[in-house]
Each structure stands twice: as C-alpha cells, then as structure tokens.
C-alpha cells in the first residue's frame, strides 16, 4: 500500500479458477475517529469504468464532521480501471464471484467492517450487488444504487431476439479475437471521438462537463492491456445481471425489509435507462428514491449532489441500527 495524501491505494489479489486477478482499489480516509463506518464504492460497469468516478463522492463524504466517521474504499472491477486484465469469459455471475469474495474474504481491504458495510455502485455494478445481497452471498447494511441499470448497450437497443443473440455472439468473438478484434475495438471504443461522443451524448447530462481531461483519461484506460474483454462483454449484454424489468424489480423486492437501499435516479439520464430507474420508484425493496442532476455517471457530473444524498442516507439508514 502507498499512501499519497488522505488516500492510499493498493492491490488486492482476487483468485478466478485457480488464477490470481490483481485488483486496483483506494482507500479514502479523513482522520482517526473512535466510530468509522465503512463504505465501499463500486464503479460503474462500461467500457471505460474507473475508480476515478466515484473520488470526489469519497473525498466529500469522509471529510465531513459527524459523530460517524466514514473511511471510502473504492475499487476496480476486475478487467477495468487499473486492476488486471485477463482474458476470462467474463460475465454477470464472474462479476458477482468477484465482488463476493471481495466481501467475504479475510484479506479484503473492506474484511474488517464489523458487519456493518455499507455498499454504493453505479450503473450495473449497483444491480449486481442487490442481485448478490438477495442471494444472501453478501450482507451489507445498506445499499446505494445510483443510477441502476441492468441491460447492456446493444440489447438495449436492438433488444435480444435469437437472431440478436447470435449477432452479439459474433460481435463477442471478434473483439475478443487477436488482430481484428484490436481494429474493431479502436474503431468502437478505443477512440478519443467515441468516447467524447459517448459522455456528450448519454452518459454525462450537460456536455459542457466533458472536458478533455475526462476523455484523455479514459482513453488512456481503453489502452491497457486486455482492455477489450469486458467491453466485448459488456456492449454485447453478458454483463447484465437480469433480462426484464420484472427481474429487475424482484431483485429489490427480495432484499424487503432486510437491508436498507437507496435508489438514486437521474433528471437525464437516457430515455430507456430512465424508465428502469423510474420503476423501482415506490417499488417493494426501495427504502428511499432520490432523484438528482446527471444523466449515466452523476457522482463523477454532479458529486456533491450524490454525495449529500449518499450522507443523508447513511446517516438515516446507520442511526437507525440498521
């Protein structure tokens, strides 16, 4: 572990079928409080998914002065950010085992939490995590689900027909592949143009706040090696942790008076991913439904918005004995 100011970052060796995945994650801490609750912070799944988005979130909330004190861990998805990159098969249940075991294991940097962890994602990254916590796989006290989603950007689109299915296949295998699947992903993903035309379009509600900053950075991630498995996996549906919106609901109606979760949606969020979040509104399982600015990625576009929400919930949900 290295520190550098009030974070510290390290590794931490996720085991996958018997081989070690080396993953990246930051620890954001303020002081050296009696009380501290333990938050872990999940990106976002996408192709250029990144610890990155949720920084300022972590930093606003454990700077704050509470009788809790708060220490943020945030952490790479395997396959993404800046952790390790292999080429597995990946899909919702690798991504579910991983974070599973980030959870459950002894050398975890979140293994000392008391029980009392409470676990913040974006994106599909929040869906699978109340998919895992509903399975009683994990047992977090709380969880915020910011901006959820559960379908992949193709099927999104052009939905999941059989003859869909066999074109994401193909899709899947070409950016896998060696040589070709470089070019097709340059061409699809890995492009300063692509990813700029991504965030202005749908993934950042005012494309004002693209800056080039923002779009180098991720470009750089589109650059490591093994970058183009999870996206293969991703654009083509493999991630998505259900396949309707019934599913989706029934998720957070499992977890029903057994774990507190906030839902935060967004004012601009895409019209097809609006509607999903729209519908845990109210729903069986959603303790608390928040709407803020932002469209796809609002704790990186508007930070201090989520992160108010974030704290007014935690302190609800942890005052509360829950």
Known sequence: QTNSGPHCTGKWQWTFEDKPVSVYYEEHEQGTAENVKNILMIPTISDVSTVEEWRVVAKDIVTRKGE???????????????????????????MENFLVQLLNSPNSPVADADGELVVVGGGHAATIAI????????????????????????????????????????????????????????????????IQSQYKSHVYANPENVTPEIVESRYELTKRKGARYVPAAFLTGLLDPVQSREEFLELFAKLDGDVSVLVVSTLNSPKRSKAEMEALKGAKGVTKFVEVPGALLPQEEYPLAVAEELYDFLQGSLSSGR
């Open 68 to 94: 809790l004190s708060y220490r943020a861990t945030i952490v790479d998805w395997p396959g993404l950010g800046y952790s390790d990159r292999p080429s597995l098969n990946y899909n919702a249940d690798v």
């Open 131 to 194: 998919r895992a916590a509903g399975k009683g796989l994990i047992r977090p006290s709380a969880v915020a689900a910011v901006a959820p989603t559960w379908a992949g950007p193709l099927p999104i689109v052009f939905g999941r027909g059989s003859d869909m299915e066999t074109r994401y296949g193909l899709l899947r295998g070409t950016l896998r592949a060696p040589a070709i699947g470089w070019m097709m992903y340059n061409v699809l993903v890995s492009n300063e143009k692509s």
